[in-house]
C-alpha cells in the first residue's frame, strides 16, 4: 500500500469548498483556493476529489504528545498550561526550512514517504479523552499545516470545548475567510507565521503574503486570540527594513499582538549557512518594541534571550512571567490578567496561576 493510498482511506465529506460544474471543485481551506477536477488533487495533496465529493483528512493522528503551550509558541494564553498537540500529514507551502518536514511534506516529497508509518487510527472522543486524562488545559492542532486539515480539527475541537478546554492552531496562516469562519465558533487561539514581509519571499515558499497579512487581521477582527511568529533566516528575512515593516504592520493592527522573533536552525534542504545569531533576534525584538508592540519575545536560543523571554507589565514594567524556555520561573500575575502592582490588565486569556506554579502559605511562588 503507497502513502496516497493509506491516507485516501482515512478520509471523510469535506466541508470547506464550493461546487462548481462538471463535478469540479473549489477547495476554500487554504489561500491557494484549488479548483480541484474529478479525480485530482490540490496543492496540499491530501484534500482530493473522488466523483464530484471532497474528500478531506479524518480520524488518525502522525504525531501526538502533551506540551507546554509555551512550546508552540503561546506566552499569553493559558500561560505555564499543557496542551495536547496533535497533527495530521501534509502542508499547503514548501519551506525549503521546514523542521517538520517529514509530516508536512506527506505526498509532495518523496522522502517523506516513510511518514506513513507514523499514522496511528483514532476518534475525536479518544483525543479528548487522552488530553482529559494528561490533565492539559488546551487541544492545539499542530505539527503539519492544520487549515488543511481543518475539519477534522473542529470535530476534536467540539469535543474539547464540551470538555472546557480551550483550542489552538498553529498555522501559516494561508487561510481563507471562509475557512476562518468556519474555525470560529470552535477555535480560541490562533498562532500564525509571517515569515516575510517580501511577496517574492513567499512566493520561494509556495504562498502569497497577501493571505497571511490578511488572514492576521481578520483573525484579530474575528476575536481570536493571536499571536504571531517570524522565523529569522539569515540572508532571507533578517534586514533591518523587513523586521521594522514586520513590526509596523502588526503594531498597526493591535499593539497587544505578542510577536515571537524566534531563531533558525539547519534542517531539510538549508543545512548550509549560519543559525540566527542571538544578537539578530535582540535587533528584531529591540524594533518590535521601537515599533510599539507590548509584548515581544525572542525564542529557539535556550534560555539566551534575556529580558525578552520574560512578560512584563506595560504600566509600571514589572516582571509577571518569568520564564527560561518553556519553563515558567516566577509567576505574578492575577487570576484576572491584571498586575498585582498596579493594576494594569495584560492582554491574553489566562486563568488562575499555573499548575507549573503553585503558591506556598506565604503567597510565594514555588517551582514545581
Not at 244 to 267: C, E, K, M, N, Q
Not at 334 to 348: E, F, Y
Amino acid at each position: 500500500m503507497t502513502l496516497a493510498d493509506k491516507l485516501d482511506g482515512l478520509t471523510a465529506p469535506g466541508a470547506l469548498y464550493e461546487k462548481l460544474d462538471d463535478n469540479a471543485l473549489r477547495c476554500t481551506a487554504c489561500g491557494h483556493r484549488c479548483l480541484i477536477r474529478e479525480g485530482r488533487r490540490g496543492v496540499c495533496q491530501v484534500r482530493f476529489n473522488a466523483g464530484g465529493e471532497l474528500r478531506v483528512p479524518w480520524g488518525y493522528v502522525a504525531a501526538l504528545q502533551t506540551d507546554p503551550i509555551e512550546k508552540k509558541p503561546f506566552y499569553h494564553f493559558l500561560s505555564g498550561e499543557n496542551a495536547l498537540s496533535f497533527g495530521m500529514l501534509g502542508c499547503d507551502l514548501h519551506c525549503s526550512y521546514c523542521q517538520n518536514w517529514f509530516t508536512s511534506q506527506a505526498l509532495r516529497d518523496p522522502a517523506s514517504e516513510g511518514s506513513g508509518q507514523l499514522v496511528r487510527e483514532v476518534s475525536a472522543v479518544q483525543l479528548v479523552a487522552l488530553a482529559q486524562h494528561a490533565d492539559a488545559k488546551i487541544v492545539a492542532s499542530t505539527y503539519n499545516e492544520p487549515l488543511i486539515t481543518s475539519e477534522w480539527a473542529v470535530a476534536v475541537f467540539k469535543g474539547a470545548k464540551t470538555a472546557g478546554l480551550k483550542t489552538v492552531m498553529v498555522s501559516n496562516g494561508n487561510a481563507t475567510p471562509e475557512a476562518l469562519a468556519y474555525l470560529r465558533p470552535h477555535l480560541d487561539g490562533y498562532k500564525i507565521d509571517l515569515k516575510s514581509m517580501q511577496d517574492k519571499n513567499y512566493r520561494q515558499l509556495g504562498g502569497v503574503l497577501q493571505n497571511v497579512l490578511d488572514s492576521i487581521t481578520h483573525a484579530h477582527k474575528l476575536g481570536l486570540w493571536v499571536e504571531v511568529v517570524t522565523l529569522v533566516v539569515p540572508g532571507f528575512n533578517d534586514s533591518n527594513a523587513e523586521l521594522w515593516d514586520a513590526a509596523r504592520f502588526l503594531a498597526g493592527i493591535s499593539p497587544d499582538i505578542p510577536w515571537h522573533v524566534t531563531a533558525f536552525h539547519r534542517d531539510y534542504k538549508m543545512v548550509g549557512g549560519e543559525n540566527t545569531p542571538i544578537e539578530t533576534l535582540i535587533r528584531a525584538a529591540d524594533m518590535g518594541r521601537e515599533a510599539g508592540l507590548r509584548y515581544v519575545y525572542a525564542g529557539n536560543v535556550h534560555g539566551r534571550a534575556g529580558e525578552y523571554e520574560t512578560t512584563r507589565c506595560s504600566g509600571c514594567n514589572q516582571p509577571l512571567i518569568t520564564r527560561q524556555g518553556f519553563v515558567i520561573r516566577d509567576y505574578q500575575l492575577t487570576s484576572k490578567g491584571t498586575c498585582p502592582h498596579c493594576g494594569t490588565a495584560v492582554a491574553g486569556v489566562w486563568t488562575d496561576a499555573p499548575r507549573s506554579v503553585r503558591l506556598n502559605d506565604l503567597g510565594m511562588p514555588r517551582l514545581v
